[in-house]
């Protein structure tokens, strides 16, 4: 109980460290500050070992049978998933804590910058291991003010407007997260979690939005609650926020892209038996997190710069881990967003060294011999052959065979396999068109690697499945409920293998010098995607644009109406 | 053992004889502050002694603490100078009267209500300018309050009633009677605006809070729709301002107008409504004395968008009218949320698009407020300007406002209101809400 509690209580030591003393010790405060930031990841890390063998822990400091409640009710709750969560962000922490004692050594703004990382690491602790609700509100606001302050630079015009769209379009989507407690507490009358979620399945509710249309209490609930998410998580539309923070510190980013952005993810996750409650507010998650990695993806590879890259990389991988929760796949977007997290706070941070040598290096990226082989080779077409065909079939004996999923009955493992299947021909698509799978060792090396990383990472996730929720019927519910329409699932699987069979086709016809006809607003749609996607799709003028409208009617309303009341 | 009926007499009293007691230091003005802060605190003090000792009223006992906390930070944050002499004696007469009102019974309150906004009626006819013709609305507002509040105490019901929730109407601003709180929060000279902005609005509650369980079902519909209509209009309103008495007007307008929203649906008002309006009050009280900080320094009639990069040149100004601004919005863990989050989950939603107005108008506060408190804070700093970090008595003002909004955000409710009050009684809302009931 007292490990549960030392966790945050380290980091607000940090914090306090780094930020009180006597003028001409803060090198050495900072430096002494990483010692409870690293006592606390080994605290989450017992903590875990402690939940995972005795179960979970509760700490309540108000009691739940009278009244006479705090205003917030403070108290913890550490399950599995909020000691998983509380040892991945004090991991990263430690890292970027570490990283950034000499990335801001001698800036003179390292004190508070220090102190709001540390602050901003309880304040997530806090959140994840929340024991109800309402705290877990009081956290998620605390954060979204705090992330306006981390991508604060007082004297940069950009950084100012960045930081005040951060913060109002975060409490755009905390404001419905807050509707969505008022509504959860009036259909259920509790914010306790674990009571919440048994009331909820057991007295199902209809709400009467207007004559005609009639909502379950459960959806709306968890429609408010996702639109929530979709701020963090930075969904579309509501995702202009993170490039617009892009100007913050670099470690600043890696604990935003490891941690913070990872909070819709946990939202929803924590919620999983009242999300598991509402088919509709799956399939809408689906389709956000669909359309936002789709989005992101594309406004990622036509950026130019390489924190704007990254920053639409999360927001793609955001967007397939709302994708997996809209299938049911909870633990899968939790093991998602731990992957992704340690991937991407490794990547922020090593992204200054490409920076600072490409500054170095008036040839770097270097230039790829331009002199293209006159056709494809054997080698070249069997190792396509075996990614593309041989490696899924594989997937589906492992999975069905060996891990027992069955995969008829599951419609949401089936399109991740699908998935599994497009990205990687779609990886190996452009190695080969790239001449890139040209030997022996190559395409042995990659192809080794690729059936490493999946097994690796089935056999991962399962078990990580079984870690989080050990209840194989509570799985099979959860993809149950998020069953797709029987259409829209065969439209899915069969624009799939359509994509991927045409791709091969036309890689193939081009390479053995066939005349491929193809019409000429296809061969423009590239050139013509291009521009708005290097542009964001011009997300951030029509922010600007609604804002200065709604300004504009705001004013002619003020200079109409000023005469009566000034 | 003293007679609970002399309670309010004392309470009263203490300031008021601080104010005559101010008046031989009228030649000094360093002096006449220390001494008037010295009587609120005085006050503060007795209201710790002697409240507990009267009935309760339905709102609770926190008014009657935050008036003289609201007093002492008006004052406090005032620089010392001879022009706001006036203004610092007639604040602890206000302050009197104010607790007068909120600590004695019918009909003697609505006497002294009459005399408080009858006062500051003349107060607004005094700083009254052929600038300002639209202060008249503001000075009839206030006779209207009084003219009503007299009537309250003579007439029977249902007149009284009526007239009583138009007083209400008057101190707690609701659209379409909000002229006098715009008027006297932009018009007034001193500690005055600061301080009123607490006074009145509490004054109001307390009324509200005997008037409202006996209105007519059509009346509580029409408080309804004017509730949210001012919640919207306030708002907005904010939106459009760049004078920032204006803008905080009108973000309070909006604010109160949401309890009065709560009020009408649940038909009471209980010490979570006080915790509402007390809060909104403080915190825009602390954000007046933080742009009286600013009118010390660069003048009266100074420009907001004329100042920029004070976070770099005044520290601890910058991060006290942060967390002052962060409590003005609602967001947690300061009072305003804490009061806001009580009624949303203590009250009955009469209708989902009310709630959806309601949570609109909470969501706006954070443009208007963090707009201002950005354009003031950050950007480059001004070479024109000259950047004094806060004095010792202009800190402890804001010191105390946000710790005053932090502890209001986080002690437990029942501090200050028993388990009944909280939640008025049973019969009123049917089941008794709490956190898992």
Known sequence: MTLVLLVPLLLLAAACIVLVGRRGSEYARMKLAAYPVGAAFLGAAATLYHVTTEGPVSIRFYDLSSVASFAIPFGFYVDRLSAVMMTLITGVSVIIYTYSTGYMYQDRHARRYLAMICLTDFVLICMVSSANLMMLFLFWQILSYLLYVLAHNHAHEGTLVGAFKTFTILRVADTAFLAGIALAYHLYGTLEFQELFIRASNTPVMLSLWPGMEMSGATAVTLLFFVGAMGKSAQFPIHLWLPGSLFAPTPVHALLHAGIINAGGFLINRLAPLFGLSSTTLHVAFLIGTLTAILGASMMLAQNDIKKTLGFSTIGQMGYMIMECGLGAFSLAVFHLIAHGLFKATVFLNCGNVIHNARLEPHFPHVDDQTEEPGLSRLTWFTGFVTTLFIPLLILLITHGVLRIPLLESQGTVIFLFFIWITSSQAILTLTRLRQVASWKVSTAMLMTLLFIVFVYLFAVESFTEFLYPNPEEVASYFKVADLPDWLFDLMIVTATILTVVSWSYLYMSAHGMTVRMPAWIDGLRIRLYLPFMNRLYADELYALTGQTIMRLVHQLDKRERGWSR | ?437
């Open chain 2, 1 to 437: 053992m003293m007679d609970a009926a002399l309670i309010p007499w004392l309470l009263a009293g203490i300031p008021l004889l601080g104010a005559v007691a101010c008046l031989p230091f009228r030649s000094n003005a360093e002096q006449l502050k220390r001494s008037a802060v010295t009587w609120a605190v005085i006050s503060l003090a007795s209201v710790a002694a002697f409240a507990g000792r009267i009935d309760t009223p339905p709102e609770g006992l926190l008014p009657l603490y935050l008036l003289p906390v609201a007093a002492t930070i008006a004052l406090l944050g005032q620089p010392v100078h001879e022009h706001h002499r006036r203004s610092w004696m007639l604040t602890l007469l206000l302050l009197g009267l104010g607790l007068f009102a909120l600590s004695s019974r019918s009909p003697i309150s609505q006497l002294s209500l009459t005399l408080l906004l009858a006062l500051i009626a003349g107060l607004l006819y005094r700083h009254h300018s052929a600038l300002w013709p639209r202060s008249w609305w503001g000075i009839g507002a206030y006779g209207l309050g009084a003219l009503c509040a007299a009537m309250s105490a003579a007439a029977d019901a249902p007149l009284s009633s009526v007239t009583s929730l138009l007083t209400c109407a008057v101190l707690l601003p609701l659209v379409p009677f909000h002229d006098g709180h715009l008027t006297a929060l932009t018009r007034l000279p001193g500690s005055l605006p600061s301080f009123i902005v607490v006074l009145l609005p509490l004054a109001g509650l307390h009324g509200l809070a005997a008037a409202i369980p006996a209105v007519p079902d059509i009346v509580a519909w029409t408080v309804s729709g004017f509730a949210l209509v001012g919640a919207s209009y306030g708002g907005l309103k904010a939106l459009a301002q760049s004078r920032v008495r204006l803008l905080l007007a009108y973000g309070s307008l909006s604010f109160f107008s949401i309890l009065w929203w709560f009020a009408a649906a649940s038909r009471m008002a209980t010490p979570r409504s006080a915790l509402l309006v007390g809060t909104v009050g403080l915190a825009t009280s602390g954000l007046m004395v933080a742009w009286q900080v600013i009118r010390t320094r660069y003048g009266d009639d100074v420009d907001p968008q004329a100042i920029s990069g004070l976070a770099a040149g005044m520290p601890r100004y910058a991060v006290l009218l942060s967390l002052l601004a962060l409590a003005a919005m609602g967001l947690p863990p300061f009072g305003v949320f804490a009061g806001f989050m009580g009624l949303l989950l203590s009250s009955p939603f009469p209708s989902l698009a009310g709630l959806f107005i309601t949570l609109l108008a909470w969501l706006a506060a954070s443009w208007y407020i963090m707009q201002m408190v950005q354009r003031l804070l950050f950007g480059v700093r001004r070479p024109e300007l000259r950047y004094t970090d806060l004095l010792r008595a202009e800190f402890a003002s804001l010191l105390i406002v946000v710790l005053v909004l932090l502890a209001l955000g986080l002690v437990p409710t029942t501090l200050f209101a028993s388990e009944g009050d909280l939640f008025g009684t049973a019969a009123d809302i049917g089941e008794t809400p709490r956190w898992n009931r």
